[in-house]
């Protein structure tokens, strides 16, 4: 993984979601990205987090720590993935 091919969810984990924040306050920081409008970054994390794929865990925990400076466990890896493939983009006119 590079921040290049995935460089939304680089932004991500390292402005919106890094580990000053607690696993509990994801639903509550993507609900934050939808109220100030950040449509196009929403989508295009979504993308990147359809093509993680079977991506393995040590994988992504380098490629976090390097971005945001966290690890995940199993659960919450899969729990992350589950949330940003179902965000609904909404049209931002």
């Not at 890094?18 to 100030?36: C, P, W």
């Not at 093509?51 to 992504?60: Q, S």
């Not at 976090?64 to 493939?85: C, P, T, V």
């Amino acid at each position: 993984m590079n921040e290049h091919t995935f460089s939304h969810l680089a932004n991500f984990l390292e402005t919106w979601f890094n580990a000053s924040f607690d696993f509990a306050e994801l639903e509550d920081v993507l609900q934050q990205m939808k109220s100030l409008g950040a449509w196009e970054n929403l989508d295009f994390l979504r993308h990147e987090a359809l093509a993680l794929g079977d991506t393995p865990l040590e994988t992504f925990n380098d490629f976090s720590e390097r971005h945001g400076g966290r690890e995940f466990s199993q659960a919450r890896f899969e729990k992350l993935k589950q949330m940003l493939r179902e965000i609904e983009v909404e049209d931002g006119d």
